[in-house]
T-cell receptor, first 112, second 115 residues
Framework: DTEVTQTPKHLVMGMTNKKSLKCEQH?????MYWYKQKAKKPPELMFV???????INESVPSRFSPECPNSSLLNLHLHALQPEDSALYLC???????????FGSGTRLTVV | SQQGEEDPQALSIQEGENATMNCSYK?????LQWYRQNSGRGLVHLIL?????REKHSGRLRVTLDTSKKSSSLLITASRAADTASYFC???????????????FGQGTILTVHP
């Protein structure tokens, strides 16, 4: 298995909702990442997990809460989001930090 | 802030021609990577070049790295319509420890290959 699987592919949520994005890989990669990408812009790093521990938080607002339950799974819990948080959320993994990343196809999130 | 700046922002060529994209960055790096993105979906890793390497090849791709000028180039030879995509360079910093994971993307080049 050489893929990173993200679910759901599309998500529409209200500003008072709580939802979660899920990411799964079975390549034995020990680093996992969340990126946010707005239209016509490059991906922006949000969080890095290394060996299931949070190693980088790029000053992301607390309404985004990451979780790494095990070495194959990465979640992003969403609560009280704003319309400006609408974007493509990309999960990625790599054998270790800083090596070539395998990206999932993303979750396109719309906050209404 | 974005580490890499890419040039040109957009490139339009005919099938069979070569496409060259350039990337400049600001700080010391551990490695530099190139990615392709189709239609705003997931990115595909193309090639990684380490800071002590000067050139690397993979199929129709050739990447160069000049750390003295803090720049890299991606050459796609004999382009095909299927190469139409956005191309991003990304740098992994040489800050040691957990900072290796802070892969930062450039603004990207939109490549259009006409059949």
């Amino acid at each position: 298995d050489t893929e990173v699987t993200q679910t759901p592919k599309h998500l529409v949520m209200g500003m008072t909702n709580k939802k979660s994005l899920k990411c799964e890989q079975h390549m034995g990669h020990r680093a996992m990442y969340w990126y946010k990408q707005k239209a016509k812009k490059p991906p922006e790093l949000m969080f890095v997990y290394s060996y299931e521990k949070l190693s980088i938080n790029e000053s992301v607002p607390s309404r985004f809460s990451p979780e790494c339950p095990n070495s194959s799974l990465l979640n992003l819990h969403l609560h009280a989001l704003q319309p400006e948080d609408s974007a493509l959320y990309l999960c990625a993994s790599s054998p270790r930090e800083g090596q070539g990343y395998t990206f999932g196809s993303g979750t396109r999130l719309t906050v209404v | 802030s974005q580490q890499g700046e890419e040039d040109p922002q957009a490139l339009s060529i005919q099938e069979g021609e070569n496409a060259t994209m350039n990337c400049s960055y600001k700080t010391s790096i551990n490695n530099l990577q190139w990615y392709r993105q189709n239609s705003g979906r997931g990115l595909v890793h193309l090639i990684l070049i380490r800071s002590n390497e000067r050139e690397k090849h993979s199929g129709r791709l050739r990447v160069t790295l000049d750390t003295s000028k803090k720049s890299s180039s991606l050459l796609i030879t004999a382009s095909r319509a299927a190469d139409t995509a956005s191309y991003f360079c990304a740098t992994a910093p040489n800050a040691g420890g957990t900072s290796y994971g802070k892969l930062t993307f450039g603004q990207g080049t939109i490549l259009t290959v006409h059949p």
